[in-house]
């Protein structure tokens, strides 16, 4: 598991938020996770990984229009 603290001293590492996010789900804060998500695709919204994840932590907190987006969005990804 990935810590927070971790986090903090490699805020621009995308594997390791990635990593934290699954954390967070795996710990049942799913909000969490989301916003770790959130804040990974405004740093880079090209991530065809990182958007599958947001589609199935949206997907988990009943926002089923916002994870279909999503998923229309990754399925464009090559």
Request: hydrophobic letters at 40%; a negative charge; proline letters at 5%.
């Amino acid at each position: 598991d990935i810590t927070f603290e971790e986090v903090l001293r490699d805020p621009d590492n995308p594997q390791l938020n990635y990593a934290y996010a699954l954390t967070q789900i795996r710990q049942g804060d799913l909000l969490g996770a989301l916003s770790t998500i959130e804040r990974m695709l405004l740093k880079n919204p090209n991530q065809p990984r990182v958007r599958l994840l947001n589609a199935i932590v949206l997907y988990r907190l009943n926002a089923t229009a916002e994870a279909e987006r999503e998923l229309d969005t990754v399925l464009k990804f090559d």
